[in-house]
C-alpha cells in the first residue's frame, strides 16, 4: 500500500516576521483558507488514508500539528528530538512504514509546496507507483522542468529514457547536481536535459532502509535500534537517546546520489516551492500597479512591492518600489525586495540583538 511521508521540521526565517520558531512556513496561511501543512496532506488525500499519512516535524511544532490535522492519528505526528537533515527523517519514516507494512510504498514530500492542480499530481503520483510496482527496488524522484537559470535548486541530469508511465516521461537518473553557479545554471537550462530537483521521493520502503545500510551503515544501524522497540514503552528514550547522534546528512547525500536505480518522472503540474516573500506573487494576483497585498493596505504611487498587514492595522505607502512590508506579531519587516536572501542573517542578528522573543 501507499503511505504518505510530509517533511515539516524548519525553523521559519524566511517568511519572518509571519514565521516564528514555533510557527514557521508550512504552519502558516499565505494564501487560501488552509495552511500549506494542510493543503499538502489534503492534495494527497485521495491516494492515502489518514491511518497512512505521517508528518514528521520538529517536537516544538508536533501540538500545532496535531491541531492542525485532527483527522489524523496522533501518533502519526512523529516529533524529532532535534533536527538532523532529510536522512535520519526519511529514515526514521521508513522504518515507522516498513514494521506496520513490510511491502509498503513511501511518497515522501515537503509540507510546503504548491502544486497545482491536484489531478496532474495525483497522475504522478500513480505513475510513480507504478514504475515501483514493477520493479521495487528502484528510486524514483519527480523532476520539475527548468523555466529559467535558478541557483537556489539542485538539478537532477536525465539519462536514457525509459517507456513512458501515464504519458508521462521517464528517464533514468544519470547524476544528481549541486546548486549551481549563474553560468552553470544558464549552460543546464539551455542544455535542456537538466530537472530541478523537487525533494519528492517515491520508493519501497525496505528499499531505501537497505540502500542506507548500504551507503550510511552507522546511521542504518541507529535506525534500526529505533525500529525495533517503536511502539514499546522504550521508544521514547530509544529516539531521544539515538536521533541527535544520528549523521546529520540529507537523503540526496546519503542516497540518491550513490544509487544506481534512481529514475525521474518529469512532472506536468505547476510546482512553486515558496521559498520567500517573493513566492507571494505567484499565489496572489497583484494589482494594477504589480503590488500583492494583503490585510488593510492603502498604497499610493507604489510598484511592485509586497506588503502583508497580519495585525489588523493599516500599512500605507507612498512614492515606493520594489518592496517587501509585513507586519505581523509586534514586528515589522521593510526591504527591499532583491535583498531578501539575506533575511535568515537578519533574523540571526534580532536573536543576538536580544530581540529573540520576537523570532
Not at 494583503?294 to 500599512?315: E, F, L, M, P, R
Not at 525586495?337 to 536573536?351: C, N, P, R
Request: with cysteine.
Amino acid at each position: 500500500m501507499l503511505h504518505a511521508v510530509v517533511m515539516a521540521g524548519g525553523s521559519g526565517t524566511r517568511f519572518w516576521p509571519k514565521s516564528r520558531r514555533n510557527r514557521p512556513k508550512q504552519l502558516l496561511r499565505l494564501y487560501g483558507d488552509a495552511t500549506m501543512l494542510q493543503q499538502t496532506v489534503a492534495r494527497i488525500a485521495p491516494l492515502v488514508t489518514p491511518e497512512r499519512t505521517l508528518i514528521i516535524t520538529g517536537s516544538d511544532q508536533a501540538d500545532a500539528v496535531r491541531a492542525q490535522l485532527p483527522q489524523l492519528p496522533p501518533e502519526n505526528v512523529v516529533a524529532e528530538p532535534c533536527p538532523r537533515d532529510t536522512g535520519p527523517c526519511v529514515g526514521l519514516a521508513a522504518e515507522i512504514v516498513a514494521r506496520k507494512d513490510p511491502n509498503g510504498t513511501m511518497i515522501v514530500m515537503p509540507a510546503d509546496h504548491v502544486i497545482e492542480p491536484r489531478e496532474k499530481f495525483l497522475a504522478t503520483v500513480g505513475a510513480a507507483v507504478s514504475v515501483i510496482d514493477a520493479d521495487p527496488s528502484a528510486f524514483v524522484t519527480f523532476g520539475i522542468k527548468p523555466t529559467h537559470p535558478e541557483t537556489g535548486y539542485g538539478y537532477i541530469e536525465r539519462g536514457e529514457a525509459l517507456p513512458s508511465k501515464e504519458g508521462i516521461a521517464l528517464h533514468r537518473v544519470a547524476q544528481f547536481r549541486e546548486k549551481p553557479d549563474r553560468e552553470t545554471a544558464e549552460r543546464f537550462l539551455a542544455e535542456g536535459r537538466f530537472a530541478w530537483n523537487s525533494g519528492i521521493f517515491v520508493w519501497r520502503a525496505r528499499a531505501i532502509l537497505d540502500a542506507l545500510k548500504t551507503h550510511r551503515p552507522i546511521l542504518a544501524a541507529a535506525l534500526d535500534r529505533v525500529g525495533q522497540v517503536l511502539g514499546t514503552p522504550d521508544e521514547e528514550g530509544t529516539v531521544a537517546r539515538e536521533y541527535p547522534l544520528m549523521e546529520k546528512v540529507p537523503i540526496d547525500k546519503a542516497v540518491m546520489e550513490k544509487a544506481t536505480n534512481v529514475r525521474v518522472l518529469e512532472v506536468v503540474y505547476d510546482w512553486n516551492d515558496v521559498g520567500d516573500w517573493r513566492a507571494l506573487t505567484a499565489l496572489v494576483p497583484p494589482d494594477s500597479q504589480g503590488n500583492t497585498t494583503q490585510g488593510k493596505v492603502y498604497a499610493n504611487d507604489t510598484t511592485g512591492s509586497i506588503i502583508v498587514s497580519d495585525d489588523g492595522g493599516v500599512i500605507a505607502t507612498l512614492g515606493v518600489d520594489d518592496l517587501v512590508i509585513v507586519q505581523s506579531g509586534g514586528a515589522t519587516l521593510v526591504a527591499r525586495k532583491d535583498q531578501l536572501d539575506k533575511l535568515k542573517a537578519l533574523v540571526e542578528g534580532l536573536d543576538q540583538g536580544g530581540f529573540g522573543s520576537l523570532l
